[in-house]
DNA sequence: GCGCAATAGTTCAGCCGTACAACAAAACGC
DNA sequence: GCGTTTTGTTGTACGGCTGAACTATTGCGC
């Protein structure tokens, strides 16, 4: 539409979120999103008859809406249970099962892999592979990752479900259209557009919808999936550290989608030099490659060792950490301050040391956090296992099939 | 819409921000949106016509919504004007002046105020009171500025025109739905919710539509009126040093509306004591009552004596300000680094100072932003002039309307 | 000066999706 | 076993958008 006027100089008006036009099947779109809402979203499976009360659209109107999305493989009927009560049983809704799945997939330092889950949460396919892509080929990465993700594609495609799309976690700076990765320090990746490298198919040969997103990002969403409040704040700490903002159950990016950058947040301006550039940045006290160091252990050791250390009561493990955990809730609590959340969740590297440092990072924040006094700021290890990012890569595709279901029924 | 099942344990399912079930006068709603936005935001006034192709929604459509935002006094129409073109003349569509009034007001440190503007932007009403508020009775404040508004109202009405609402601006912390004021630190307020103290109303009794919020993030709004990229960060340099974070030409509030709060972030851990417990704040170095002082002056001085000493070459004032610059830069590289923006505004009492901070923070932003190799920062004084928060909250009454017409036709 | 082409805006039948009300289905309770 | 209750379905009414035909008003060529 691109309303070249020729009357007036100029009329090309900005169309904000409204959207554009809304006719009658916009009416269709949104309910029938309304509908799969209240069904996925709800903590007991519901009757068409709740959906209607809940949604304020009538039985008739969500009874139809209802039948489309079970025809197109996103809702599933249970056996109608008969109530303690009088009148009809109803027919309670769940998401499908083993019908349409999401793809996550990831690569970072020390692995890649790919993981299909499906409407229901569960894992349906899954492939990794570790070792060390330090300075890796961006290229020959890419062929065995596409590998991979083809493997899970035929296995799930055979088992007769439908692959919505994919999402690939990498650590680095990502645009927000979620095509081009500006730069991963710890891959050696730069420049870099991994979606038509990647070149993703179904089994019918149609190209899969794939985008790209930073690590950090994606496992904060998978924290979704527990027991975690609508806004919270994700930290994941590897070798850099990275964060994920999370508002009202959704990613909020910046402009560019290159926020949450807390690495190099400056904790002391008289620190240590950083590889930034900068003197006395996070990175350079929490960061994963410190953390080792500073405990005796070479770099490529795991984290587990650092626990073990901290057991034995070792002096240099336990300072250092302790030190890691300050920076930490320094930053953090400046990060409080600039985007105001009030909950933490500490994840990657951070999770087997929460217990040596979460109080330490709590109490950093809650005595620095301007608005502690008045709601504390609740500090928490990550809920999601390991390869948290694949996991909510595929969820952040399931959300989108979700959003929209118009387009899978 | 309780959702009170019997049936089913418990399904009172959530529903996002799809928002509530969709009618075929939600279409209408949708629509109307469309094509008031499609009139405010063209860069030259358009016709029907225009307004059609560039919404995707037929003339006939269209038309009949412009009619009707005509008749609400929304949108007026200019006189039709010969194009150099054969055809029928375009009618100019316009937004209508003198018609919708949205308010702004504002309690200050130094000040309190009323303005009104209309949805050409023009101020129509303005009252202004100056005087020191510092730990002031927020009744007798809030009396005081209700006196002032209600003149201001009854100017307008005289004139035929309608208020919309307004928003007040205040420097503290206030919650997302604008409704309470958590601590105002500078006045000495606290826990107030001033709404129902103010307590305003329309010249036929109904009670106006009044929301609360954090001064410099009203005033943030109050940029959008120039030539201002959709996002970007607005810094408020007063006593305390606030911001505002625009997002696509919408604010964004945080979890509690609380973010922004750059004064306390921690530029040197070993540096001086701030009043909120920690060490080495941003306040502390570029706080307005730091710079009078640092500069030799009496904290009551106006920003004007500074310059008037950095123009004569002054020392101190030089040393001083220069310090709060680059404390400024380092605490801006953090927020870019934390909620990635490109553009920042310097505003309050930094837009005087600019010609000596401006480059200062620049440098130190470019120097620490990890984008910045990527997608340079833009830093610049805040093209809104004296009480931008006036004329933001005004603004912000004004975009609702805009927003939902349908309320108003 | 007049007819033709071009553009703006209006009128009206048709379609689509929702509401409303009546109805069929399937349980409970006395 | 029959009334009551609740679920889910069927059919009609209504509102809002589309598309095509129509009117209004200009410029241009002859």
Redesign the interface.
């Known amino acids: ?1 691109p ?1 070249i ?20 099947h ?2 269709r779109e ?2 029938l ?2 509908v799969a ?3 996925f ?7 068409r ?3 209607a ?5 009538t039985r008739a109107t969500v009874s139809t809406l209802v039948d489309r999305l079970v025809a197109g493989g996103l809702v599933a009927e249970l056996p109608p249970v008969a ?1 303690q ?1 009088a009148g009809r049983p ?1 027919v ?1 809704l769940v998401p499908a099962g083993r019908s349409v799945v999401g793809l996550g997939l990831e690569v970072n330092v020390d692995y890649l892999g790919v993981r299909a889950l499906d409407l229901v949460g569960d894992v349906v396919a899954e492939r990794v592979e570790t070792g060390s892509l330090h300075d890796s080929d961006p290229r020959e990465v890419l062929a065995r990752l596409r590998a991979l993700a083809a493997e899970a594609i035929a296995e799930v495609e055979a088992a007769g479900m439908r692959v919505a799309g994919a999402r690939l976690a990498l650590p680095g ?1 990502v645009d927000a259209r979620g095509a081009r990765l ?2 991963a320090p710890n891959l050696g990746w730069s420049s870099l557009e991994p979606v038509p490298e990647l070149d993703l198919r179904a089994g019918d040969g149609r190209a899969l919808d794939v985008e790209v997103a930073n690590e950090a990002k994606l496992a904060a969403l998978a924290e979704l999936a527990g027991d975690v409040p609508p ?1 919270f704040l994700y930290v994941s700490g590897d070798v850099g550290v990275g ?1 994920g903002i999370v ?3 959704q990613l ?11 690495g ?7 620190g240590p030099r950083c590889s ?3 003197s006395g940045c996070l990175e350079q006290y929490a960061g994963k490659e410190v953390l080792l160091r500073g405990s005796g252990l070479p770099t490529s050791a795991p984290v587990d060792a650092v626990v073990d250390l901290l057991r034995a009561g070792d002096v240099a493990a336990l300072d250092t950490v302790r030190r890691g955990g300050r920076a930490l809730g ?1 930053a953090l ?3 409080v ?6 909950t933490i969740v500490l994840g990657g590297a951070y999770v087997e040391l929460y217990g040596w440092v979460g109080h330490v990072v709590a109490g950093v924040v809650e ?2 956090a ?2 502690a006094p ?2 504390p700021v609740d500090v928490r290890p990550a809920a999601a296992g390991k390869h948290a990012a694949l996991t909510g890569g595929a969820r952040e595709v399931l959300r989108s099939v979700v ?1 929209d279901p118009a387009r899978w029924v």
């Open positions: 539409m309303a006027s020729t009357t007036t100089p100029a009329a090309a008006p900005r169309v904000p979120d409204g959207g554009s036009a809304s006719r009658q916009t009416l949104r309910n999103r309304l809402a209240a069904v979203e709800a903590t007991a499976p519901p009757s008859a709740d959906v009360a809940a949604s304020g659209l109530a009560r109803a309670p700076l500006e730069v806004s964060a508002v009202d159950r909020f990016l910046g402009e560019r989608g290159w926020n949450g950058e807390i190099h947040v400056v904790v002391d301006p008289s930034c550039g900068a320094a609590a400046t990060f301050n600039l985007v105001d959340v009030s005595e620095r301007l608005a008045f709601a959003a």
